[in-house]
């Protein structure tokens, strides 16, 4: 049986519901498949953050174009958001010159940041280490969200407002130009276009995209507490100093690489581990925590003992929560484009692969999926949001 519409999107992560919802709004028929039950792969395997203060200015305006529906998304879907933005909390002294630098300099005429004393980030964000953080600075523009609950309400949102055929636990085993086989040997034609949002699983479905884009794996281990004490907030989405090595928004700093090589004389282990501390506390209360970030193959099954000490170790240094009880613990894997916001190939003709957003995939998905669908075109951008180095390289 072939079931036809305007538009079918494979895969129903972040990217994938971004891609469906941005066809739909503008008047397309869409189809939906997810391979599993429910979306289970890096999508809801992260802090749930929506970060324009992570990217670079030229990709500035799409963030915030995401931003936006975001916002628009949890009121249709009716998931739990906050607002609150986020926090830079800084320990060392280059660390505060750094995020001067950022919040001073010419690149800062897009964000909405502001440097912030010692007590003025105390009074913000109940979190921080009184003993440790002295200073740091805020910004207005994060969003967060709780991805497990928004990637598995989004999908009701576009069947029941938007007329999307959802269908989970039906596997694509087979693309032709124009037409998805389904393991269940049903097909689905797309009339106008077939988008293809896999994630790390792309290699399945096309493995000579995989090996000719340049792509690269990348693991992360995180952690969460349980939940906090009733009534007590962590406030805004909280960033560390060594946060700043990791975005290239922070990358025209001129202190910046006076504070990495600090780090990597005085934290090795951070480089060799891809490490910077970063929390989001959810609506449940939990204050997820992280991360870690290991590049290339093979990506073990097994997560590292080491990896979840160090993490915790610079986490309490920077954060004084009420409760440290850790009640899950956790990896993802997320797919990259070195070089590139995201990746888009068209290997069959009608037939599109739209990937490789890397840790930038809640920031980035929405803005992105927009302006495909706006006009048409490749919406890639000449920076990648991440250059976190590790080994002395960039991944």
């Known amino acids: 049986m072939i079931q036809t519409t305007d538009v079918v999107v494979v895969g129903a992560g972040i990217v994938g ?17 997810e391979r599993g039950p429910v979306a289970s792969g890096a999508s809801v395997r992260n802090f749930g953050m929506v970060w324009p203060v992570g990217q670079p200015v030229e990709v500035l305006p799409v963030a915030l174009r995401s931003r936006a529906l975001w916002l628009e ?13 986020s926090v830079f909390l800084a320990v060392h002294e280059d660390e505060l010159a750094v995020m001067r630098e950022f919040v001073e300099g010419p690149a800062a005429a897009g964000y909405d940041c502001t440097m912030l004393t010692q007590d003025q980030v105390l009074a913000l964000c109940p979190a921080a280490n009184r003993a440790r953080v002295i200073g740091g600075f805020a910004s207005t523009t994060e969003v967060g969200v709780d991805p497990r609950e928004a990637i598995a ?59 000719r884009q340049d792509l690269t794996l990348c693991k992360l281990q995180m952690l969460a507490t349980g939940a906090q004490p009733a009534g007590w907030s962590a406030g805004p989405m909280i960033a560390s100093g060594p946060t700043l090595r990791h975005y290239t928004s922070f990358a025209g700093c001129p202190t910046l690489a006076e504070l990495k090589r600090r780090v ?28 870690s970030h290991e590049y290339g193959e093979p990506v073990s099954p097994f997560d590292r003992g080491d990896i979840d000490a160090v993490m915790l170790r610079g986490l309490r240094e920077l954060l004084d929560l009420p409760d440290w009880s850790i009640a899950r613990r956790w990896h993802g894997v997320y797919l990259k484009a070195p070089g590139r916001t995201h990746f888009v190939h068209e290997p069959l003709p009608g037939v599109t692969v739209f990937n490789g957003l890397g840790g930038a995939g809640m920031t980035l998905s929405f803005g992105l999926a927009d302006a495909f669908w706006e006009d048409g075109t490749e919406k890639t951008l000449p920076t990648t949001t991440h250059t976190l180095e590790k080994d002395g390289a960039t991944p």
């Open 17 to 33: 519901l971004a891609h469906a919802w941005a066809s739909a709004r503008r008047g397309r028929s869409v189809a939906l498949l």
């Open 73 to 85: 998304a949890a009121v249709e879907a009716g998931f739990w958001h906050h607002t609150r933005g």
């Open 153 to 211: 309400t989004l999908p009701s949102m576009l069947a029941n407002r938007h007329g999307v055929r959802v269908r989970f636990d039906t596997p694509a085993v087979r693309i032709e130009p124009g037409l998805v086989h389904t393991a269940d040997g049903s097909a689905y034609e797309a009339r106008e276009r077939v988008v293809v949002c896999s994630g790390a699983e792309t290699r399945t479905l096309f493995p000579e995209v995989f090996d």
């Open 264 to 291: 990597a004389e005085q934290a090795p282990e951070l480089d060799a581990m891809g490490i910077h501390f970063m929390a989001a506390q959810n609506g449940a209360g939990e204050v997820v925590l992280g991360d």
